[in-house]
């Protein structure tokens, strides 16, 4: 294939990805990598330099749009990127040095459990939850706009949600994906923050988690310019067109076709990953 | 059964959120934009001036190889961006990408400072230094 095809088609496949991930929630990162390696052959190591570049693209794209709506909390999100950041240097430099064959049976167990959670129903909106004492302390507790006007949370396990966080990041700075999936159980499950707020938040947090591992991954040679720019335009302006276009969207049928993605991509990941072939 | 008793959470001695936190965020929602957009711009012009000249070359990621030094260092960049490059270029534009979200926590610090709260200007200043030593650190300066 010339470098033109290359580029147009790798463009497209970014941009249906992001459209998809930004539509669904569910993130385009974590489709890129295995569509780069299954489709295109491209070796692991580019395909997740080229996938954590444009993760921080999307979420800081996304960042302006988010925060006018008035759901994310910048001192529950600066207090776990502690966290993500820490891990996610531990994972870039794990990342160079465990072989190939290992990251892939990693992703696929990572893609196989983003679709059982995409599958999962969502845990019932909090009630009115007592204060914990480590989370009042740390000022996480906040309100955010609801129907019947402003409704305050309390954000419960901090620790927990702490420790959750470092997997969050190291998964992302081995992988090279926002890692929402793991996000979500962290915010969502364990400190019981409402659903519109951690998503947000964990928008916010993705992109400077990737940035704590891009700089290894750049200098380890795995961002590669040729393959890095379609992915990150694609990927880019694929996520601005979905958070245009969310409000007015059915997601519910687009949400199960991309989780039978997922699930299959993960499936591949798997066979290849325990085959060596990659 | 204090559930009982409390249908309303108690409020906390401290307010939770301070007001200044909007403006904050939105300023850094706005920041984070014009970061993403300046640095997709670079990367677009490095991609005309990249394809205009190996558009017909074969491309190959089968085989991992590493990039050369010239794409892996902030001073090999530049020099490869000076030399007229466009993959030089299209590096350039993925660093300001990158410095986007470390630009974003720096200005986080400035905020918390202004709101008086330096328990969480100690924790951004923390966030600021992984960040950095990831950058500098893993030798790409």
Known sequence: ?278 | MPSLKLPQPATSPIPPQPWGDRRLEVTLGNLLRTGVLLSAAVVLVGACVYLRRHAHEAADYRVFQGEPSEFRTIPGVIRSVIHGRGRGLIQLGLLFLIATPIARVAFSIAGFAIERDWMYVGFTVIVLLVLLYSLLGSGIG
């Open chain 1, 1 to 278: 294939m010339s470098i033109l095809d290359f580029t147009v088609v790798v463009g497209v496949v970014s941009f249906v990805a992001g459209l998809l991930g930004s539509l669904t929630g569910l993130g385009g990162g974590v489709v890129l990598v295995p569509l780069l390696t299954i489709l295109f052959h491209v070796d692991i190591r580019y395909a997740i330099g080229a996938s954590l570049v444009s993760v921080i693209a999307t979420s800081s794209g996304a960042a302006a749009a988010y925060v006018k709506e008035g759901f994310s909390n910048i001192r529950i999100g600066m207090f776990l990127e502690i966290a993500t950041t820490f891990g996610a240097l531990c994972g870039a430099f794990l990342a160079t040095r465990i072989p190939t064959s290992a990251l892939t049976l990693i992703f696929g167990f990572v893609l196989l459990y983003s679709a059982y959670l995409s599958r999962k129903p969502r845990l019932a909106a909090q009630r009115s939850l007592p204060p914990d004492p480590l989370a009042t302390r740390l000022r996480m507790n906040g309100h955010f706009p609801d129907a019947g006007g402003m409704r305050q949370y309390n954000v419960q396990h901090v620790p927990t949600g702490f420790s959750l966080m470092f997997g969050a990041g190291a998964l992302s700075g081995l992988l090279g994906i926002g890692s929402g999936a793991v996000k979500v159980l962290a915010m969502d499950q364990a400190m019981r923050i409402p659903f519109k707020v951690s998503t947000t938040t964990s928008n916010f947090m993705i992109g400077v988690t990737a940035a704590a591992s891009a700089g290894v991954y750049l200098s380890r040679g795995y961002v590669d310019p040729g393959l890095a720019m379609p992915v990150m335009l694609g990927v880019l302006a694929g996520s601005l067109l979905g958070t245009r276009i969310l409000v007015k969207a059915e997601t519910k049928s687009l949400r199960l076709v991309f989780s039978v993605v997922i699930l299959v991509l993960g499936l591949q990941m798997l066979y290849k990953g325990f085959l060596g072939k990659i």
